[in-house]
């Protein structure tokens, strides 16, 4: 049922890290972005499934491409993974709506853990 | 401005690109430790990465800073496998609101305890975050340095002499460079990491060493 990821980050090793850190027996179609705002006309364009999201990034950054995202799906699973791991931050980022944050550099453990966990809420959204 | 002609050979693109995301997650942690100990959201932006030569990094490091001199400029070394100098530029007028934030202002101070007070103050979030970043970088890359003291110049232009004796003219230098704005407090301030040639050997490797990880 998990059939579409996108991933946005400014950093290619980032996405290359993430991507590794993933359960391999994942059978998806991946999008990826640079910055927010490609990250948003991707999200419009794409629906993905389960969106990562960083925070520090050019042109828009993760909180504004976040709140942008649930606007256009106020369902939409977005984890956020990024270095900004400051108190206030992750506050601000679960007030708006993120549905998981992942510290970088995350690790297979913790990306799996926040797949799982998307995945059983996907099917919850389903039943309900 | 000398051209590195060869820069792409001594650090590619894509070491450039992993030491990008290992400072912005040193960085990251470092800012959230600062936050730990005084109340302020700090915005990060993106690091970037450069190469320049021994005799121009001094120019290099005063056409990235966007505030108008004087400013304040905490300085510190740190040496072991990586060797380098941390810059922490504050603008002028920010110590006395960072001595505020540390809550450390009195009623009716005389200048001279003041002043004290402000140079404490600008060493003290310099040595926090320079000390949880570098500390950081160098964690995540399975390594440890140690410090020399940080130090104050408050000038209309720094000198930033004393790194000349440890790069030298015909080197090689790494520049990292961050900005960072206290919300709310209307502080911006930049954090650069320069390293010399010899360290760029050991940065090479302990980056892939990480990447490996994965
Ligand atoms: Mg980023």
Redesign the interface.
């Known amino acids: 049922m998990l059939k579409k990821i996108l991933i946005v980050d400014?950093?290619?090793?980032?996405i290359?890290?993430l991507k590794?850190?993933l359960p391999p027996e994942l059978d998806v179609e991946f999008m990826e972005a640079k910055n927010g705002a490609e990250g948003l006309e991707c999200f419009k364009r794409f629906k993905p499934d389960l969106t990562f999201l960083d925070l520090?990034?050019?042109v828009m950054d993760g909180f504004e491409a976040l709140e942008e995202m649930l606007k256009v799906d106020n369902k939409a699973l977005v984890i956020i993974v990024?270095?900004?791991?400051?108190?206030?931050?992750v506050d601000r980022v679960m007030s708006l709506g993120a549905f998981l944050m992942v510290y970088?550099?995350p690790s297979r453990n913790t990306i799996q853990a926040a797949v799982n966990k998307a995945v059983a809420k996907m099917q919850e959204m389903r039943v309900s | 401005m000398t051209i590195l002609k060869d820069a792409n050979v001594l650090f590619s693109e894509e070491e450039k690109?992993?030491l990008?995301?290992v400072m912005?997650?040193?960085?990251?942690?470092a800012?959230?430790e600062l936050?730990?100990i005084i109340d302020v959201?700090?915005r990060?932006?993106?690091p970037s990465v450069t190469l320049v030569s021994g005799k121009d990094f001094q120019r290099d490091l005063a056409n990235k800073i966007e505030i108008t001199p004087p400013y304040n400029s905490i300085e510190q070394s740190f040496s072991g496998k990586l060797n380098g100098y941390v810059f922490m530029i504050f603008p002028e007028g920010s110590e006395k609101k960072l001595t505020a934030l540390l809550g450390d202002y009195q009623e009716h101070l005389d200048p001279v305890e003041e002043t004290r007070l402000e140079k404490g103050a600008l060493i003290e979030i310099g040595n926090i975050l320079t000390g949880a970043c570098v500390g950081k970088l160098v964690d995540?890359l399975d390594e440890n340095v140690s410090f020399t003291p940080p130090r104050l110049e408050m000038a209309s232009s720094p000198s930033w002499q004393t790194p000349l004796n440890l790069i030298g003219q015909e080197s090689v230098v790494i520049s990292v460079k961050t900005e960072f704005k206290f919300m709310a407090h209307d502080i911006n301030g930049y954090f650069f990491l320069i390293t010399n040639e010899e360290s760029l050997h050991w940065f090479k490797k302990a980056l892939h060493t990480f990447?490996e990880q994965?």
């Open positions: 400014d950093s290619p090793v980032a290359r890290i590794v850190c520090t990034m050019p990024s270095a900004d791991v400051q108190k206030q931050v970088k550099p | 690109s992993i990008q995301e912005n997650i040193s960085f990251g942690n800012v959230a936050a730990e959201l700090i990060l932006s993106v995540v990447m994965f």
